[in-house]
């Protein structure tokens, strides 16, 4: 479901362009084992972990942009460094490394030109690790988060209409870890706990692909608790957004059935 798009790797091979500086053919002579952290020049350093970057060797090039900023902590280099490091862990799907990367980065120079950036980068290293809705949607929330902090932050840049296209995915992720955990509430008959749960859909995450269903679990629980006013509630709102839904049918059909009075006033 939560695939990386084209448009996000287009956004990442341009920032990341811009990111590089032509250091010449430094480091790439030799058959040197780059991995093997030896004082060495700060531009033949920074060339070695391009070199490997552009081979796709990204763990190595990761590590090798940490040794530049080790090496030559006060060279221009070293500030770019962080940042290349920082989408070569995630480019290896190490997203926690990426994180730090990048926070680090963005603490260290907060108002850099590449902010922008570093904050979207920490916002998909998060988006790329959540998980199905049956498991704990914490990384969910987070990630939800952070590509509200590049919206925020940054509405006009390139990455604000990106992180609000996965806003919108997060929350039906979202709503449909509280449908899973409802829709199991009901099934073991606990239907106070389970319209909560609907409930919080219904006012929270009313523009996902669940709010249909949701009204339709309300509608039952209501009327399974003995409450048909509040079931016609749930049943009109359902009727005046959704007419064409399949909810709606079948909360029309409940309704017919258990409390008519209610349906036609």
Known sequence: MFERSRFKIAL????TGALVLTAGCAGRGGKNKDTAYVARDV?????AAQDRLNKGQTRAAAALFDEVERQHPYSPWARRAQLMSAFSYYASRDYNKAIQSAQRFLSIHPGNKDAPYAYYLVAISYYEQISDVTRDQKTTEQAKQALTDVMR???????ASDAKLKIDLVND????KEMTIGRSYED???WLAA??????????????SHTPEALFR????????GIPDEAQKAAAVLENNYPQSKWYQRAYRLMRRHAP?????
């Open 12 to 15: 990442l091979a341009a920032a």
């Open 43 to 47: 531009d033949t350093l920074y060339a």
């Open 153 to 159: 932050r940054y509405p006009n840049s390139p990455y």
């Open 173 to 176: 992720h979202l709503a449909g």
């Open 188 to 190: 073991s008959g606990k």
């Open 195 to 208: 319209t909560l749960r609907f409930r919080n859909v219904v006012d929270n995450f009313q523009t996902t």
């Open 218 to 225: 309300l509608v039952e629980g209501y009327l399974a608790l």
């Open 261 to 265: 009075g209610n349906l036609a006033a």
